[in-house]
């Protein structure tokens, strides 16, 4: 157990709709990442949130936003689903990394998004 | 993020020694190497990291050679749990950066 936790487990929508994942990194860990994978992508890199801030974008799409919380939890939200979509999407977070300590990222169990 | 080559699959004898081998030759001087896995369909799991020096901990060990173009890690005694995807990540070890995941190595124990 990475301390990561992620809900829902699964979720199972149609196209055009909106979900909205929820991500609550370890206790005192400040960044927040978003990775999605998918069969024919593998495991990429979405968006990261520090400490409530935006920090870096990957392949994020304009349809998907994520936000960070003052309590630290993430929210990634997709819209206007596409049976592409369909992928596992996992949070990782991190500690804020103090003279010394790795720039480890412990991940979620992740969600298994399913658009039919 | 300097780019890695691993091989695509390997078996190892349950019991034996898995060597999962990474070549990484662009790696620039302040670039480290990490090691990942995911198991079926888990969330990746962080292995063990290193710059230059051999590195062990309790899971596995890390050899990079004296030129850093290549490293391998070593599970010492492979169970049928360590069966999953191993990713080789090079990456600066500044805080907050992404991982970059490559294809990865598809280790499979057997009985």
């Known amino acids: 157990d990475s301390g990561v936790t992620q809900t829902p487990k699964h979720l199972i929508t149609a196209t055009g709709q909106r979900v909205t994942l929820r991500c609550s990194p370890r206790?005192?860990?400040?960044?927040v990442y978003w990775y999605q994978q998918s069969l024919d992508q593998g495991l990429q890199f979405l968006i990261q949130y520090y400490n409530g801030e935006e920090r870096a974008k990957g392949n994020i799409l304009e349809r998907f936003s994520a936000q960070q919380f003052p309590d630290l939890h993430s929210e990634l939200n997709l819209s206007s689903l596409e049976l592409g979509d369909s992928a596992l999407y996992f949070c990782?977070?991190?500690?804020?990394?103090?003279?010394?300590?790795?720039?480890?990222?412990?991940f979620g169990p992740g969600t298994r998004l399913t658009v039919l | 993020d300097a780019k890695t080559t691993q091989p695509p699959s390997m078996d190892c004898a349950e019991g034996r020694a898995a060597n999962l081998p990474c070549n990484h030759s662009t790696i620039s001087g302040n670039e480290y190497v990490y090691w990942y896995r995911q198991i079926h369909s888990q969330g990746p799991q962080y292995i063990i990291h290193g710059l230059k020096n051999n590195e062990t901990n309790e899971m596995a060990s890390l050899i990079i050679t004296e030129d850093r173009k290549s490293s391998t890690l070593i599970l010492p005694h492979a169970t049928l749990r360590d069966t999953a995807v191993y990713y080789c990540i090079v990456r600066v070890e500044t805080s907050g950066s992404r991982l970059t995941f490559g294809e990865g190595t598809q280790l499979t124990v057997n009985p």
């Open positions: 990782a977070s991190s500690p804020p990394r103090l003279g010394g300590s790795t720039d480890t990222q412990y």
């Open positions: 206790s005192g860990d400040l960044s």
